[in-house]
């Protein structure tokens, strides 16, 4: 039998590690003499009443180092020791906590959360009003993706060993103390908690405490983690109505160079599930799209409004060209137009990115490589999944290409049938929710790795493809004559712009990396990747598809901000 219970970790000695060496390289740099620091909290009034104040909130870091300065220099006169005008308890602080993740105890995590595991970062923190808070808001926010819960001292009042803490923590993950596991690296921590009932491992190095984990749940936390999914009821969401009637559905996180995600035929937005959070955490805005023809985006019935030029003008409205109206949606909660108003201060909404670099799959990378080729004053990069982002060449038009061969020839002829539409339709409900699995249409059901979707991710994706219906999504297909004209119009331009080109192997059968092929000569500023993998690969390799895009991107816009790639 599973193990149901939930797991409460600390942060600082456990998710982070320890972070006493950068405190001591800052009293070595300044030449204090040795046990300074300790003999200055050891000579205060009541040992440690301060920094307590600061772990419950009833002073701030910068009222806490305040304090702190001003008993360092009674201190140091005490001793006969004059400190060195560079001496700064906020520079302490900063090195105090300036710690970097354990890889290790996030992989853990990540796989707790796999398996269903309820998971709480419970940690006695502090409310940083420094030069420094940037930092803390930004360490935190990866943490927020990955925890159910995170329950800081300095928002509670109390702090660890008090009980009503921990209780706090079993109440909010919905668990009795005797379900539940707590790490921390501190004794009297560990020794409240047990009091409790609860599971405690007292942490003195990631591997131990981890042999301990895996023998209390009976869960593998060794093995190696799926990147975190994205869980759409926590994203912000907006539609933007352009000035042609054109309504765009989109999802929001992050703060930082602005990445916009083009998914592809017929996954949706959800397609990125598993990219969004890795971006998030390594510092860049995701914007990704639902495109025209699924989900809440407009589903005109004409087939031409399908076509790629339409729909790269009419994406380029919706990032900065026109004065949209918008509804927005944050989680769950919608948003009046008078509280909307509000917010933004005027009833209209504006994306207002003059440049962005923009992420495609399958069509979705047809989409990011007209915008590099019409629209390159916008296109601050460009790349895409499996879809070549030229199509200005006749020999690499994957639609020609495709036709080319018995296989792909089939592959067209099928999306151009009339009676498609009621075909699909009529089998989608049950063939999804017979199987549970994906949309297997007529291929065998023993294809091998088809677990890509859980349950509860293709009923979301189910529930937005009934939404808009799919005679829009099969309208992509339909479009070749016009796209072809369009492609033609910038025939001999290049794509300047730094571009990123990822294909599978030969189990594409239908996108293959031969696609890519003299590509360079047209983007002279590409990289190219190749993974073994089918179509779906940014499903199916998740993790080398993160890394190679992650790494790209931070190359290409300079972005020092990096956390561990399981990220």
């Known amino acids: 039998m599973s193990w149901k219970g939930a797991v409460i970790f600390d942060l600082y000695g456990v998710i982070f590690k320890r972070p006493a060496g950068g405190i001591s390289n800052y009293v070595k740099e300044l030449g204090l003499p040795q046990y300074f620091l300790e003999n200055v909290f050891a000579s205060a009034e009541k040992p440690g009443d301060s920094f307590f104040r600061l772990e419950r909130g009833e002073i701030s870091v910068t009222q806490f180092c305040d304090q702190f300065e001003r008993r360092c220099q009674t201190y140091a006169k005490q001793v006969d020791f004059k400190l060195p005008s560079s001496f700064s308890a906020q520079k302490l602080y900063f090195n105090f906590s300036h710690t970097f993740p354990d890889e290790e ?149 992050g703060q930082g160079p602005p990445i916009i995600l083009l998914h592809g035929f017929p996954e949706g937005w959800y397609g990125w599930r598993r990219q969004i959070p890795a971006l998030v955490m390594s510092g860049y805005r995701v914007i990704a799209m639902e495109m025209k023809g699924y989900g809440e985006s407009s589903c005109p019935p004409e087939v031409s409004e399908y076509s790629i030029e339409n729909i790269t003008k009419q994406a380029c409205q919706s990032f900065a060209l026109s004065s949209s109206k918008a509804n927005s949606v944050l989680g769950n909660d919608i948003l009046t137009e008078i509280k909307f108003k509000e917010m933004c201060l005027h009833k209209y909404f504006v994306l207002g990115l003059p440049q962005a670099t923009f992420i495609g799959h399958d069509w979705g990378g047809h989409v990011a490589g007209s915008l590099a080729l019409h629209y390159p004053e916008r296109t601050f990069a460009v790349g895409s999944f499996n879809a070549p982002l030229d199509l200005t060449r006749e020999d690499q038009n994957a639609l020609t290409t495709l036709g080319q061969n018995p296989a792909g020839r089939a592959f067209l002829d099928y999306f151009q049938n009339k009676d498609l539409l009621s075909e699909f339709s009529g089998r989608l409900d049950s063939q999804i929710d017979s199987n549970r699995d994906g949309i297997s249409l007529d291929w065998p059901n023993d294809l091998p790795n088809r677990t890509v979707y859980s349950a509860e991710e293709l009923d979301y994706v189910l529930e937005r493809m009934k939404i808009s219906g799919i005679r829009g999504m099969l309208n992509w297909y339909r479009n070749a004559n016009a796209n072809q004209r369009w492609y033609s119009k910038v025939a001999g331009r290049q794509i300047l712009c730094p571009a990123l080109m990822v294909t599978s192997n030969s189990r594409d059968t239908l996108l293959t990396p031969q696609l890519g092929q003299h590509m360079e000569e047209r983007i002279p500023n590409l990289t190219k990747g190749i993974l073994q993998s089918g179509h779906w690969v940014l499903l199916e390799k998740p993790v080398e598809a993160n890394e190679i895009l992650i790494n790209w991107l931070n190359k290409v816009h300079r972005n020092k901000f990096q956390l561990p790639s399981l990220l």
């Open 105 to 253: 105890m996030l992989n853990a995590v990540a796989i707790l959360k796999e398996k269903g595991i309820k998971i709480c970062l419970l940690t006695n923190n502090f409310v940083d009003d420094t030069s420094y808070r940037g930092v803390s808001a930004q360490k935190f926010l990866p943490l927020r993706l990955i925890f159910d819960e995170i329950i800081e001292s300095c928002r509670m009042g109390i702090r660890k060993p008090n009980p009503e803490i921990f209780l706090e923590a079993c109440r909010k993950l919905q668990a009795k103390p005797n379900e539940t596991v707590f790490l921390d690296d501190l004794r009297e921590n560990v020794k409240a908690a047990r009091t409790l009932g609860m599971k405690t491992i007292l942490v003195k190095s990631s591997n131990q405490a981890l042999r301990e984990l895996k023998l209390m749940t009976g869960i593998d936390v060794f093995k190696k983690a799926m990147p975190v999914c994205i869980d759409p009821t926590k994203m912000s969401q907006c539609s933007i109505t352009t000035k042609s009637s054109i309504k765009h559905h989109f999802f929001e996180m």
